[in-house]
């Protein structure tokens, strides 16, 4: 699959049909994959395309269209060969993890990742709690996760209506003088898993104050009735996703009890990974995108947490034949088929 993804310019699409284009946490997954096959070159070569439209205040797009004849969404984005927001920075994981498997990183590759990570921590509006805020609900990753529901509208979530929302929601966002995001008055949201990426990759490329004080703040959005870690936008930012339990990544405090649910199969349990969205929720529908299937990327990361769930995702990525994301309990492949992400089976099995 990886190497029937790969693209001459340098990068893994996510699938071939529905994903033709470079996506930026998708290629540092992909990194990480091409590393464990034994292909370093081709995870730095993938990083290096990853980063290559970064601007000079340090943001990095999370979409790049590399070949100039196939580059459909210059209108919506406002620009060519790329889009205009971004997605959680797993560069710094991805580095880390060349050099934890002594591969030696190019200093270029490194100060790229330092300022793309700088870029969110310096210039991104921070809300009231000192959390770093997304200008989009595209930049989280996790595109219709029930989380964002009560920025749908009055009438609740539903998917076309969301979409148009989501396409609003481009039009306020608020730019530096070079064109990079910064803020958006109407989505001042700063998403708990966001913001432990965003820690977590800060620690990776040796910024232990910068994600410790990030990490602070988190503790102060644990919900311990609910056992999650808040948003802190409004009563839906508290919807129990499993991308919410990524603080546990570097929160050691609340860890037991957050990773405590993926063995109970009326929470966050699951044969073949743990669900998007907590069973108990009325939201959760197992074979509805972000609103209930397994993950790959959001399972590896919670393994990395301490989650006992590296067997399931490998399970998962098995039984659904390497799926974009699958039923939790029947291991169905959902979405696009196959989708290089759901390589991160092999990181974890060769672990
Ligand atoms: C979908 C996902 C996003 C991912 C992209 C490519 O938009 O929600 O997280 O990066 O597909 O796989």
């Not at 921590?121 to 770093?132: I, K």
């Not at 410790?212 to 988190?218: I, K, V, Y």
Request: hydrophobic share 40%.
């Amino acid at each position: 699959m990886m190497h029937a993804h790969w693209r001459p310019e340098g990068y893994t699409v996510p699938n071939a049909t529905v994903y033709p284009w470079q996506w930026l946490w998708d290629s540092c997954f992909h990194a990480v994959v091409w590393a464990a096959l034994g292909e370093p070159a081709r995870a730095l070569t993938e990083l290096r395309s990853a980063l290559a439209d970064q601007d000079e205040l340090g943001f990095v797009p999370h979409v790049r269209y590399p070949v100039p004849g196939s580059r459909p969404h210059a209108s919506f984005w406002g620009r060519e060969a790329s889009s205009s927001i971004t997605q959680p920075p797993m560069y710094g994981h991805a580095l880390a993890e060349l050099a934890r498997r002594g591969v030696d990183v190019p200093d270029d590759v490194v100060d790229r990742a330092v300022a793309g990570v700088r870029f969110l921590l310096e210039h991104r509006a921070r809300d009231d709690d000192g959390l770093v805020t997304v200008v989009h609900p595209w930049e989280t990753g996790c595109d219709d996760s029930p989380r964002f529901d009560h920025w749908c509208g009055a009438d609740g979530w539903d998917r076309r209506r969301w979409y148009e929302v989501k396409g609003d929601l481009l039009a306020t966002v608020e730019r530096s003088p070079c064109g990079s995001p910064v803020a958006n008055p109407a989505f001042p949201v700063a998403p708990a898993g966001f913001n432990a990426l965003l820690a977590f990759n800060a620690a990776e490329l040796g910024l232990r104050h910068e994600a410790d004080e990030l990490a602070t703040a988190l503790g102060r959005r644990w919900e311990p009735n609910l056992l999650t870690w808040a948003d802190g936008d409004h009563a839906s930012g508290c919807v129990r996703t499993v991308d919410a339990l990524l603080p546990a990544l570097v929160s050691p405090r609340r860890r037991a009890e957050a990773l405590g649910q993926f063995d109970d199969d009326a929470a966050f349990g699951g044969r073949f990974g743990p669900p998007a969205v907590h069973r108990a929720e009325p939201s959760f529908d197992p074979r509805s995108y972000w609103r209930g299937p397994v993950w790959p990327q959001l399972t590896y990361l919670l393994a990395l947490a301490g989650a006992p769930v590296g067997d399931r995702l490998v399970a998962g990525a098995v039984a659904s034949g390497l799926a974009e994301y699958w039923h939790p309990d029947s291991g169905e492949g959902l979405g696009a088929v196959p989708q290089s992400w759901a390589g991160l089976a092999v990181v974890v099995d060769g672990a």
